[in-house]
């Protein structure tokens, strides 16, 4: 009897192990990572790409709830033509009711353009380190309107030139953008209108962070992205965008797909 009782002890204690085993197969990774490859870098009406396709990694973590959602990530820009350009970044975010948001950046762009490419350092005026803090409205169903406002405040920031030709600091520079999102059946649809909101001293040969010779709308565009269906159980998204600056005179028309 004794025998029978630890074997159906045991076989108990394995089905609980199983059905435990089961339902920790089935919880959803906090973890997600994928990649997108564009025809072109184009960021904030800027072309950091240069004449060359770009591909975009991803990681995140994300964690809380539906009312205040956090996430880590990481976020990767890394020419695959002829053109040696490459960013690292490092992000934190807090999400409310997935409406309002707030997102510290850390860019790292190691360019040979005279700064330092070391990653560790965080000297002013020496970093590659770009540091960036953003508040937005993500819009609802019956708001498809959103509103972001980042403004740079520590690191590689356009500088101040003082009439004596001395540094005169981080301009600090400031990006906002609105959006109006559209979802049809099989696609949707982003409009969106951004502006660079410093005025750069030209008289002194100041630059600003995205390139402007003053304040100003640097990006116009649409976006349109659908998932076109490969298989029964994958589907590729895909998207298109064109983009315009209208104070650099540019124009852009990028083509990507996320895996």
Not at 148 to 164: C, E, K, L, V
Request: neutral net charge; aromatic residues 14%.
């Amino acid at each position: 009897m004794k025998k029978i009782k630890i074997i159906l002890c045991l076989m108990m204690l394995g089905t609980i192990g199983s059905l435990y085993a089961q339902d920790e197969k089935q919880k959803e990774s906090p973890f997600s990572f994928g990649a997108e490859l564009v025809s072109r870098y184009i960021w904030r009406g800027v072309n950091l790409g240069d004449n060359t396709p770009s591909i975009q990694p991803t990681a995140n973590l994300a964690f809380g709830s539906e009312k205040h959602a956090f996430s880590i990530g990481t976020f990767g820009a890394y020419s695959i033509g002829g053109q040696q350009l490459q960013e690292a970044d490092v992000f934190v975010s807090y999400t409310f009711k997935e409406m309002l948001g707030v997102t510290i950046t850390d860019y790292f762009f190691p360019f040979d353009n005279g700064m330092s490419p070391s990653y560790f350092n965080y000297k002013d005026i020496q970093t590659s380190h770009v540091y960036e803090g953003m508040v937005s409205f993500l819009g609802t169903e019956k708001i498809p309107v959103s509103l972001m406002f980042a403004m740079n405040f520590y690191g590689a920031d356009a500088r101040r030139i003082n009439s004596d030709g001395s540094d005169g600091g981080i301009m600090m520079s400031k990006y906002i953008e609105l959006g109006y999102t559209k979802k049809y059946s099989n696609m949707d649809m982003k409009l969106f209108v951004g502006g660079a909101l410093d005025n750069p001293n030209r008289q002194n040969g100041e630059l600003g962070f995205y390139g402007n010779k003053s304040y100003g709308v640097i990006n116009i565009g649409c976006k349109l992205a659908k998932e076109i269906k490969i298989t029964n159980d994958f589907s590729l998204p895909v998207q298109t965008q064109l983009i315009v600056n209208p104070e650099s005179e540019r124009i852009f028309m990028v083509f990507g797909f996320t895996l």
